[in-house]
């Protein structure tokens, strides 16, 4: 099977189109795994690196949605949801189409992003996602932070960080300089209660009151840190947004918000979940609200003189939910399928990579730990080897990225992904197979058809598999 490199002119965009064709062109049998993601933009090129250029170590701004779908955006896809911040990044970036979340869940998805592992390296990673204080990202673990602390960094972690409870794991514990944010999965944006009625927003290891909308205070805060004079330091900023993840519960929305905190004051174990509520129309205002925020940071970053010099990722935890448009792709959030893994994937770096490009190339969340380290001239520990490839040559010097697996798994399901092709086993426990090149939305089962390749990538995923921690009783 071919590597993957920077001349895929065969492949290319053409003209751009707009979205709702794209979608009528999916659904009428154009290769959807290209038609369904055209931008209202200017013509996307197929990446290519901008060799020979230099520049000083980034500041890395990584900025994770909750349970974003990956057609969420209008530059994805979305007929109705307009990002127009998010999509002048990826105008001024690289749009990956092809990327995925480390898992299909919340924590697991973060703790392989800050160890750069697979989720089933720790014990916090198998809880999916985690739920209570018995489990964390331990303080011993090098993280994405303490490694670039160790090289001279600046690092802040602003949001959810749903990798353990205090006493014993916060950010402040595993490398972060700075925490403000909440710990759990989820929380009442107005209130902030979280799941067990706990009040959930911190500074550090201390509760901080603002009754304020969630999203406005957590985006007031990564606007004054990506401002701030940081002595000369390159920084690390994690801005980890709860948008748009339930309760369905927009800027404004004070009488969805005072029931929900009501049922949750009465016991109610699931208020949270919010089954009786939200719309599409909700969502949507959820998620042009994300974007809005994004842009409110990304302006701040400008004013301030280093949106040259930062390099900046965005993606998501994990695929959409209830009311996310994920077409054409099956499944969602918890499921490995492509519709719970596939992300949308943006990367800008002003100094080093051009804008109006878009990669095919398949990766996922563990790579981006990887990448970061590599770009700031440092390197995981030798002691807990990553699970995720570098991408700085390719994004820097157009260095060819070999054939590799890329590898999930969730009580129930298994996934492994290699070039075009999926292995996939759900809960029914039959073994599939997908080519995803001319099948993104895998109904097309090529097992009966593939056997060799079946047993091939099989045996691959259980060789993973052997080397993971077990899953509890």
Known sequence: MPSYDNNLSRRAFG???????????????AAPARAAQATAGPQEQEFGAARGRHSRRPNILFILGDDLGWADLSSYGSPHIKTPNLDRLARQGVRFTDAYSGSATCSPTRFSLYTGRYPGRVEGGLAEPIADKSVGLEPTHPTLASLLRDAGYATALIGKWHCGYLPDHSPTKSGWDEFFGNFGGALEYYSKLGLGGEYDLYEGDATYKDLRYYTRIITERAAEYVSRDHGGRPWLLNLNFTTPHWPWIADGDTEASAEVERRIKAGDARALWHQDGGSVEKYR??????????????RALERSGQANDTLIVFSSDNGGERFSYNWPLSGNKASLQEGGIRVPNIVRWPARIDGGQVSRVPV????????LLELA????????????????????RGERIAERNLFWRVRGERALRRGDWKYYRGKTGKDQLFNLAGDIREQADKAALEPA???????????????????PA
């Open 453 to 471: 390749r079946l047993a091939e990538l099989r045996a691959a995923w259980e060789k993973t598999d052997a080397g993971l921690l077990p899953y």
């Open 377 to 396: 001239g440092t390197r995981p520990h030798p002691a807990y080897p990553p699970d995720g490839a570098s991408l700085a040559g390719y994004l820097l």
């Open 364 to 371: 996922f969340t563990p790579d981006w730990t990887a990448t």
């Open 285 to 298: 205002q959820m998620v042009e609200d994300l974007d809005r925020s994004v842009g409110e940071v990304l």
């Open 15 to 29: 003209s751009a189109v707009s979205v709702t064709a794209a979608a009528a062109a999916v659904g009428l049998g």
